[in-house]
């Protein structure tokens, strides 16, 4: 998604802040303390790709992509995207890592 919603503000993508401890150091930067800091799984299993193209389209940094690129070249890249996730039972299943940090100031 990255090349459809690049912009020429220099905006981050939205999944930057969980790289490096990024989040955490920008939290403490501005006063924080963290509490709770951990990396949750989290199996997307779409029944097939129609469903999964509508889970993932309905996705807040799809609207972007489909501001600066169209609707119908951000279909065809995410049913490109998906194929390699496509199971043996038609299924399309993404392994996904969530970062949670919890802070007080």
Request: proline share 3%.
């Amino acid at each position: 998604m990255g090349s459809l919603t690049a912009t020429s503000t220099g905006s981050r993508d939205p999944f930057a802040f969980s790289e490096n401890q990024l989040l955490e150091n920008i939290l403490g930067e501005v006063g924080f303390k963290i509490l709770s800091n951990q990396d949750v799984i989290s199996v997307w299993d779409y029944a097939n790709i129609e469903t999964a193209l509508k889970g993932l389209m309905s996705a807040g940094p799809v609207s972007r992509a489909i501001e600066h690129c169209g609707f119908q070249k951000v279909h065809e890249t995410l049913l490109q995207a998906v194929q390699p996730f496509v199971q043996a039972n038609g299924h399309i299943v993404y392994h996904n890592k969530f970062r949670i940090v919890i802070a007080e100031k």
